[in-house]
């Protein structure tokens, strides 16, 4: 597929008259954030700040707005290479607290889907390349992060596993899902320093690591459990013994 860049061209805020804001949604998220998020450890102010402020509705299908804030990953469609989803809220704020972001940062948000993790980001980093090989839900990153003001983050479309060399290096990697590997492409895009979070392994074998490039080597450690869904993707490649 053609890769190709789109920028939504600082911080989420919706543009007057944009959006319909509903009261009953912000409650929802005050209750996602006390229920989910700081149940399971995460304490960071910012980050907190962030999840209490995107309205994740607004990343589903109309007519999954009502479960838009329940404690498990969300469908949000069908790409060519199998179905996506948006990640549950827990995992993915342990994920962002572990990745430590500071305000210089530039990210790259790979599995972006219909942008959430990236608006998200938006609110934490100086900069955000968001990265998604479905033309479809690259689109609707696009019409609703630009609606919600995230001028600090870029579209960008392309091959997961492959990661976006034009804007490296990254000093964090975020991976929107499950995978059985880390290609080498990905180890290379990183800032010396930098850091990349992902889940290795599937379902209950999943395990939320940090990876640390110091050296030019890159080192991981594990954080915790976690069982998402899978990015495509990212299968191990199989080896043929004789």
């Known amino acids: 597929m053609p890769a190709f860049q789109w920028t939504v061209s ?128 690259a689109g609707r990153a696009r019409e609703t992060l630009a609606a919600l003001g995230c001028e600090n983050v870029s579209v960008v479309e392309g091959v997961l596993r492959d990661g976006w060399k034009a804007g490296a290096p990254y000093n964090v990697i975020v991976l929107q899902g499950s995978v059985d590997e880390l290609p080498e492409s990905l180890h290379e895009q990183l800032a010396e320093g930098g850091r990349l979070v992902a889940v290795e392994g599937r379902g209950n074998a999943g395990v939320a690591r940090i990876f640390l490039k110091s050296g030019g080597v890159l080192t991981g450690r594990r954080a915790f459990n976690a069982a998402i869904r899978p990015l495509p993707g990212f299968e191990r490649t199989r080896v043929f013994e004789f």
């Not at 911080?11 to 929802?28: N, V």
């Not at 989910?36 to 999840?51: E, N």
């Not at 402020?53 to 999954?64: A, K």
């Not at 572990?98 to 980093?125: F, H, N, P, Q, R």
């Open 10 to 137: 600082a911080r989420c805020a919706p543009k007057r008259g944009s959006l319909h804001m509903s009261a009953d949604f912000t409650e929802r998220r005050v209750k996602m954030v006390d229920g989910q998020l700081r149940t399971t450890d995460v304490t960071s102010a910012p980050l907190l700040d962030a999840f209490l402020s995107v309205p994740r509705e607004l990343f589903v299908e109309e007519s999954m707005r009502e479960l838009a804030y329940i404690d498990e990953d969300i469908r949000i469609g069908d790409s060519w290479s199998g179905p996506r989803f948006l990640m549950e809220p827990s995992p993915l704020a342990r994920l962002l607290q572990l990745a430590e972001l500071g305000s210089d940062d530039a990210v790259l948000d790979i599995g972006c889907g219909t942008g959430y993790s990236s608006a998200i980001l938006s609110w934490l980093a100086a900069s955000v390349t968001a990265l998604e090989s479905d033309p479809g839900l």
